[in-house]
């Protein structure tokens, strides 16, 4: 078992900037793979990027180059810094793990999931 807790969101300007926080406890081996996936009212939800044990990083192309996430595996934190912040940027925004190399930017992969932060870009 894994517990996940956000931190870090808000409400800022389109164009400012915010950086999540997730904390993971329990197992170990199911944190190989960190993810940030989000959705907006009325819509699916996405993934945003992911990170595997060795720092490979993949990323959705709506946020490339304005996102960079990064993982902290002695404490097993993950982080989603999002930069030049865009309206539909808005969302729940959701950390997630699993265990195991492959760490793909597809939800249905995760086991684990946090309750959410909320995002809220104003334009």
């Known amino acids: 078992q894994v517990q996940l807790v956000e931190s870090g969101g808000g409400s800022v300007q389109a164009g400012g900037s915010l950086r999540l926080s997730c904390a993971a406890s329990?197992?170990?081996?199911?944190?190989?793979?960190m993810g940030w996936f989000r959705q907006a009212p009325g819509k699916e939800r996405e993934a945003v990027a992911t990170?595997?044990?060795?720092?490979?990083?993949e990323y959705a192309d709506s946020v490339k180059g304005r996102f960079t996430i990064s993982k902290d595996s002695a404490k097993r934190n993950s982080y989603l810094q999002m930069n030049r912040l865009k309206p539909e940027d808005t969302a729940m925004y959701y950390c997630?793990?699993?265990?195991?190399?492959?760490?793909?930017?597809?939800?249905?992969?995760?086991?684990?999931w946090g309750q959410g932060t909320q995002v809220t870009v104003s334009s």
């Open positions: 997630a793990t699993k265990g195991g190399d492959w760490c793909p930017l597809y939800d249905g992969l995760f086991n684990y």
């Open positions: 990170i595997d044990n060795y720092g490979n990083a």
């Open positions: 329990g197992s170990a081996y199911s944190t190989d793979c």
